[in-house]
T-cell receptor, first 116, second 113 residues
Framework: AQSVTQLGSHVSVSEGALVLLRCNYS??????LFWYVQYPNQGLQLLLK??????LVKGINGFEAEFKKSETSFHLTKPSAHMSDAAEYFC??????????????FGKGTLLTVNP | DAGITQSPRHKVTETGTPVTLRCHQT?????MYWYRQDPGHGLRLIHY???????DKGEVSDGYSVSRSKTEDFLLTLESATSSQTSVYFC????????????FGPGTRLTVL
C-alpha cells in the first residue's frame, strides 16, 4: 500500500519569500510522484511529476521538486512567492503500473497563503 | 487542457433521493476515476474504470455505484443520497504509459439536505 503525508495543512509566506511545501511518501515499489495545485472553485492542475528520470523536476509557474529516495521525500519549492501562488497544493503517489490501474493516493493537502 | 466535462456543476437534493453525476471525456482515455473532496481529507477515490463495462471500487465506495457503457462517459450514482455525501466530486482520466498523470474535470458540488 502507498501513502502520502503532507506536513503542514496551512503554510503562510510573504510575497517574494521562499515557498517550501513538504511531502513524504511510503511505497513498496519505485514511486511515481506528483504535485497538483487547486485554485478556489476549480479542479486540480498538474504542477509537475517525477517518473524515475531526473531527480530534480521542474514544473509550471517556477515550481520545482526534488525526489530524495533516502528521505522518501518529494518537497515542492519556489524561490520567490507571488500572490497568484495562493492555492491548495496536493502531493500524490502512484506505482505507475497498469496493474494498479494508475491509481493515485493523495495527501490531505497544504493551503498556501501569500501575504503582501 | 484535457477535454473533461462534468454535469451538473452544482446540485442540491434531499436525503433519500437518487442522484447521478456524469463525467464526459473527449480524449479517448482508457482509465476514468471518481473522487470526492472533503476538508481535511484531500481527495479520496470512490470508484474507477479501466475500460468499457470494467469498473472497481476505491477506498470510499459505500453508497455509490458507477457505470461505463462507452469510453467517453463515466456515471456516478448515489442510490439514496445521505447528508454525509455532501461533497465536491471530481472526475479524472488518464491514458496508458508513458503518460501516467491524471487530468481532472472542473468538479460537481453536491449538497444533500
Amino acid at each position: 500500500a502507498q501513502s502520502v503525508t503532507q506536513l503542514g495543512s496551512h503554510v503562510s509566506v510573504s510575497e517574494g519569500a521562499l515557498v517550501l511545501l513538504r511531502c513524504n511518501y511510503s511505497s513498496s515499489v519505485p514511486p511515481y510522484l506528483f504535485w497538483y495545485v487547486q485554485y478556489p472553485n476549480q479542479g486540480l492542475q498538474l504542477l509537475l511529476k517525477y517518473t524515475s528520470a531526473a531527480t530534480l523536476v521542474k514544473g509550471i509557474n517556477g515550481f520545482e521538486a526534488e525526489f530524495k529516495k533516502s528521505e522518501t521525500s518529494f518537497h515542492l519549492t519556489k524561490p520567490s512567492a507571488h500572490m497568484s501562488d495562493a492555492a491548495e497544493y496536493f502531493c500524490a503517489v502512484s506505482d505507475g503500473s497498469g496493474g494498479s490501474n494508475y491509481k493515485l493516493t493523495f495527501g490531505k493537502g497544504t493551503l498556501l497563503t501569500v501575504n503582501p | 487542457d484535457a477535454g473533461i466535462t462534468q454535469s451538473p456543476r452544482h446540485k442540491v437534493t434531499e436525503t433519500g433521493t437518487p442522484v447521478t453525476l456524469r463525467c464526459h471525456q473527449t480524449e479517448n482515455h482508457r482509465y476514468m476515476y471518481w473522487y470526492r473532496q472533503d476538508p481535511g481529507h484531500g481527495l479520496r477515490l470512490i470508484h474507477y474504470s479501466y475500460g468499457v463495462k470494467d469498473t472497481d471500487k476505491g477506498e470510499v465506495s459505500d453508497g455509490y455505484s458507477v457505470s461505463r457503457s462507452k469510453t467517453e462517459d463515466f456515471l456516478l450514482t448515489l442510490e439514496s443520497a445521505t447528508s454525509s455525501q455532501t461533497s465536491v466530486y471530481f472526475c479524472a482520466i488518464t491514458g496508458d504509459l508513458p503518460s501516467v498523470e491524471q487530468f481532472f474535470g472542473p468538479g460537481t458540488r453536491l449538497t444533500v439536505l
